[in-house]
């Protein structure tokens, strides 16, 4: 195929164009910048915390955001989250060194030995036989250290690399599920109320699907390796992703038309509740003081329930 633009030899086509490399950059990027731009995702005395692990979506936004933030001198860094993942995440961290150190950028890194008192594989089997799935005490200990060590480091956004088929994905799963309320916090930038504990999530890549985010890694030569974790087989996440994924070819463009079908009702679901979560006040987390529903957190619940007695005991001195 030609590249719609020009004579050159088309390496993507979809959205009804074909794009060489030059053509196929430029469009992702200004599609990217165009979605910072059109949500005010950055704020020009904003401090921007990267969640990055050192994957192609991470990498991705990684880049997007320096390219942004330099061009408008804003402040930012990235941060990335060990979660004790053997033969996997240790590589996917040397990945993001190497870049961090390509393009200068400060990079930190926070593990859940350091933070939890155990790695990942090592709760992995115990979460399982009290029927937690790996996938779900990650998401917990992971969007909670993100949260607080953004906090710690003075960041007033958390940027994270979640695509067009992350949200597609999360959509419907919780309408599957019924979690209706979960949907509201969706969107370009997560969360219905602010709160001082809370650092706001941003998703720079919302409008870029799995495909163009692995190719743009490629064509500007990201070092990366393309494997998933091991434990994404176990997740409920992985059925969904894997049904959009069979309607999406059968119908090219189904996973634009769903978060676009989305975009249309999430002020609606917003405003629904907002208002009924500001019926009801904060509580915070008795042992971390994390704001939270209950008395504890789940981040702390499952810390006492699946990591160390001895790290529950030192957290308790603390």
């Known amino acids: 195929m030609q590249c719609t633009k020009c004579a050159e030899k088309a390496v993507y086509t979809g959205q009804g164009q074909n794009f060489c490399k030059n053509h196929f950059i430029n469009y992702f990027e200004n599609k ?34 320096m390219k942004y933030c330099r061009e408008h001198h804003i402040a930012f860094f990235a941060l990335a989250i060990d979660e004790g993942i053997a033969g996997y995440r240790d590589h996917t961290l ?7 150190t390509q393009y200068d950028i400060k990079l930190e890194i926070v593990s859940f030995k350091d933070r939890f008192g155990d790695t990942l594989d ?20 992971r969007r909670t250290l993100l949260n607080r060590e953004a ?13 067009l088929d992350d949200e597609a994905q999360s959509f419907l799963m919780n309408t599957l599920l019924g979690n209706m309320s979960h949907n509201a916090s969706l969107g370009p930038i997560t969360g219905l109320n602010q709160n001082d504990k809370f650092v706001p999530r941003v ?36 059925t969904v992703r894997d049904e959009i994924n069979a309607i999406e070819s ?17 002020p609606e679901l917003k405003e629904k509740y907002r208002a009924e979560k500001s019926r009801h006040t904060f509580q915070y987390c008795k ?32």
């Open 32 to 65: 990217v910048l165009r979605t910072i731009t059109r949500f005010g995702l950055f704020a020009p005395d904003d401090q921007v915390c990267v969640a990055t692990s050192g994957g192609k979506d991470s990498l991705s936004v990684l880049y997007m955001t």
């Open 94 to 100: 040397d990945d993001l060194r190497l870049f961090c």
């Open 122 to 141: 090592n709760i992995r089997e115990k979460g399982i036989e009290k029927n937690k799935k790996p996938c779900t005490v990650c998401g917990i200990f």
């Open 151 to 163: 906090k710690r480091l003075g960041a007033t956004k958390l940027a994270t690399g979640h695509n």
């Open 203 to 238: 998703k720079p890549l919302y409008f870029i699907s799995e495909k163009e985010s692995r190719l743009f890694a490629l064509l500007k030569g990201f070092k990366v390796e393309f494997n998933e974790c091991p434990n994404i087989g176990l997740s409920f996440r992985a």
């Open 250 to 266: 059968k119908l090219p463009g189904a996973k634009n038309g769903i978060v676009n079908a989305f975009l249309e009702i999430l």
């Open 287 to 318: 042992r971390c003081g994390d704001a939270c529903s209950g008395e504890i957190c789940n981040a702390c619940r499952l810390e006492e329930e699946l990591c160390r007695k001895e790290t529950v005991l030192r957290n308790s001195k603390e």
